[in-house]
């Protein structure tokens, strides 16, 4: 075998059907025919190839206490209890620049499955023309007028056309997929951002307060130097920590402007910053069921895009291989010719044709081989970023389960840590006003105190985000019928 000769067919071959005799054309029409019946009901298959990872999918998630049913919280961010939350999430799901062009690929994907549909179809195009010639000198030749229709279709016999068409819309349903997981990702992303803002603010304030003890501290010490009780190297050091603690509170300053601006970046704001929060971090939530993992994967967006794509890849290898045989094309033309405009509507003056044309490759250069090996490196990569995307999914459910029992006690112990503190900055109080204990003590249990309960901030925090991680990795949910988001867009950008 040589080239692209594959599959051992005649060679082109052209039948002007419109120039035949009447009954040699009635015969060739019947056998063409006769020939698209066998082959229309050629419906094109996909070469959607099983992952691996599918067979490895245990029952149930090794980290989650049992199989409970899922019950997806399409609008989880609710679950809070923060108003102000639920505000920042849902201005985000309206103005992100990152759904909008999420939605844009979707119009293109949408309008690129019309494209390759339309070539199941004839297409046809109509032609008028007007010509006057003379020559200088001479009386004018009279005056031509054409007007005329061209048909052209080719037909789908081994479903080529067809399966380029289902890829087509196989990338649309991909699209749709990829909308839904934009969403749920830019959801995920503004409760994050939002609680990280709320925390910074939270840290700045205990920040201020272990300064405030500083001063306080540094203050005590200098009345005791002057007086000769304390030496002046212990007030030194005691400097060394006040500006250490005033370095890292600007820290926590510059932390929190640039959270609060990425903030008004997910929502679709100009960064310039945002006055009302809330005073403190929410609780934590209970846990959604997180189900088992064979349906994990059907209900998650990005694992749904991945598997459309293989199915779009399989059917362009069906439509690779559909190239190695015969194609059919049809046209037909009718046309009117005469010297007044008048004269083109004479039925005497009109002028038909139809024809069919054969073509069946047989060289060219290894072009048709090649496409083939690409389309199939295309599918086989296909299944490769499924597997990636399932393992990624499986791996952010199972980690989510496995550190949220940890994340727990930690905060647990924090908390303890911080209340304990606490205590005993109102015991050494006590003991300073009572002339037993000095007032160094006391400073230094208040800012144990508050280094402990912002150790217990960043653990609420953690605690937090794994929920929304939690959330994002079981799917599900802000799902939407993308005609209805494609035709919201139509309608703001005709309101624009």
């Known amino acids: 075998m040589r080239g692209d000769e594959r599959f051992r067919i005649p060679p082109a071959l052209t039948v002007p059907i419109g120039l035949l005799p009447a009954g040699r054309r009635r015969a060739a029409l019947c056998g063409a025919v006769a020939l698209l019946i066998p082959v229309a009901a050629c419906a094109p298959r996909t070469a959607e190839s099983r992952p691996a990872i599918m067979d490895a999918v245990p029952a149930e998630f090794t980290s989650a206490d049992s199989a409970a049913p899922v019950e997806i919280d399409g609008?989880?961010?609710?679950?809070?209890?923060?108003p102000l939350l639920e505000s920042f999430v849902e201005r985000a799901l309206s103005g992100n620049p990152s759904i909008g062009q999420a939605i844009e690929r979707l119009r293109q994907a949408r309008a690129a499955a019309r494209i390759e549909e339309s070539d199941l179809y004839p297409q046809a195009g109509a032609t008028f023309g007007a010509e006057e010639r003379g020559i200088e000198g001479a009386p004018s030749l009279p005056a031509r007028f054409d007007l005329g229709i061209d048909v052209a279709w080719e037909a789908d016999i081994w479903g080529r056309i067809s399966s380029e068409s289902a890829a087509a819309r196989a990338e649309y349903r991909a699209s749709a997929a990829d909308l839904q997981a934009t969403r749920q990702l830019i959801a995920a992303e503004t409760a994050r951002t939002y609680l990280a803002v709320v925390e910074a603010q939270a840290q700045v304030e205990l920040s201020t307060r272990v300064l405030a003890t500083y001063d306080e501290l540094i203050r005590q010490l200098n009345l005791r130097v002057e007086a000769g009780v304390t030496p002046q190297s212990l007030a030194a050091l005691a400097i060394t920590?006040?500006?250490?603690?005033?370095?890292g509170l600007e820290q926590r300053r510059e932390d929190y402007q640039r959270l609060i601006r990425r903030l008004e970046i997910l929502v679709g704001d100009y960064p310039d910053g945002i006055d009302t929060l809330a005073a403190s971090l929410p609780d934590v939530p209970p846990p959604p069921p997180a189900g088992v993992p064979a349906g994990l994967l059907d209900r998650r967006p990005d694992v749904r895009s991945a598997r459309h794509r293989i199915e779009a890849a399989g059917f362009r290898i069906d439509a690779a291989e559909a190239s190695f045989l015969p194609s059919l094309t049809l046209t037909g033309s009718a046309g009117t010719s005469a010297?007044?405009?008048?004269?083109?509507?004479?039925?005497?003056?009109?002028?038909?044709?139809?024809a069919g044309r054969l073509l069946q490759p047989i060289f060219q250069g290894g072009r048709l081989r090649a496409q083939l090996e690409f389309r199939e490196g295309e599918r086989n990569?296909?299944?490769e970023a499924y597997a990636?995307?399932?393992l990624q999914a499986l791996f952010e459910v199972e980690t989510a389960l496995a550190v949220d029992g940890i994340i727990a006690n930690q905060e647990t112990a924090f908390g303890q840590a911080a209340q304990a503190a606490e205590q005993a900055t109102e015991i050494s109080t006590l003991r300073y006003r009572a002339g037993i204990e000095s007032f160094f003590n006391v400073l230094e249990s208040q800012q144990r105190a508050l280094n402990a309960r912002s150790a217990f901030l960043s653990a609420r925090r953690a605690r937090l985000f794994n929920r929304i991680d939690l959330h994002l990795a079981i799917g599900g949910g802000l799902e939407e019928d993308p005609a209805i988001t494609l035709a919201a867009r139509n309608r703001e950008n005709a309101d624009q």
């Open 241 to 247: 920590d006040q500006q250490t603690a005033r370095a």
């Open 75 to 82: 609008r989880w961010w609710e679950s809070f209890g923060d």
């Open 339 to 354: 010297a007044s405009f008048a004269g083109l509507f004479d039925p005497l003056t009109l002028v038909w044709s139809i």
């Open 381 to 383: 990569e296909a299944i």
């Open 388 to 390: 990636e995307t399932a």
